[in-house]
């Protein structure tokens, strides 16, 4: 049995430096906004047809380096914590991005109008969903496949951030004063590892080592020695 370990990619913090992230604006679709310090995510950012969406990356999570993570281990849990300081009843979704994109070059047109939870700009299903958040940290949880994928070799293009609500919700960047935190717990190859494992026997029909006997009926009849 293999204890699992644990580590967290944070711009700023321990040496970390290769996190990216922006905002898409519909209402200025050109306009590339990687180095704000906080991001919105709404339907509705300022009037009719202002949708404003997300994107971020933790780049350099696997490899040989220093802090990072070997490939091919197997991804118990990973979580996504950004701070909010602008609540939302909506909901938001986050679905891991097919499609390559850079933080400082990146607007609502770059990306074919917006993101699209196609299976080609993104993928169709959320790896997470919140609802009603509200101020403080925000824990998005359920990023595992996501992440062994990166672990076992796939492209990471990082999530796409979305919202159904025109009521919108802002978070810090990683420019920001409080910056997104990437959180990974892993076991490393060839080891054996299960979140809980659990054995029931039946003593009064089970038997031993192929006897017919049950194990009740051994133990009663059991020596001296045990």
Do not use: C
Request: charged fraction near 15%; hydrophobic fraction near 35%.
């Amino acid at each position: 049995y293999n204890v699992s370990l644990a580590s967290s990619f944070q711009q700023g913090v321990n040496g970390y430096t290769a996190t990216h992230d922006t905002e898409l604006r519909q209402q200025v679709p050109g306009s590339n906004y990687g180095s704000n310090t906080n991001l919105a995510i709404d339907t509705d950012n300022s009037g009719a047809n202002t949708e404003s969406q997300g994107l971020i990356r933790f780049d350099n999570l696997f490899g040989s380096g220093n802090g990072q993570i070997p490939f091919n281990v197997q991804i118990v849990s990973a979580t996504l914590t950004l701070e909010t300081f602008g609540s939302t009843a909506g909901t938001v979704s986050l679905h891991r991005m097919l499609t390559n994109w850079d933080e400082s070059t990146a607007t609502w047109n770059s990306l074919s109008g917006g993101l699209h939870a196609n299976n080609v700009e993104m993928l169709s299903a959320a790896d997470s969903q919140l609802t009603n958040i509200g101020n403080g940290a925000t824990v998005f949880t359920g990023l595992k496949a996501s992440v062994q994928a990166w672990a076992d070799g796939r492209t990471n293009y990082g999530w796409g951030i979305v919202s159904n609500s025109s009521d919108g919700w802002d978070f810090y960047s990683s420019e920001g004063t409080i910056t997104p935190k990437l959180t990974i717990e892993y076991v490393m190859p060839g080891s054996q590892y299960s979140s809980a494992h659990s054995l029931v026997v039946d003593t009064a029909s089970d038997t031993w080592d192929g006897d017919t006997t049950s194990i009740d009926a051994l133990l009663a009849s059991k020596g001296a020695d045990g």
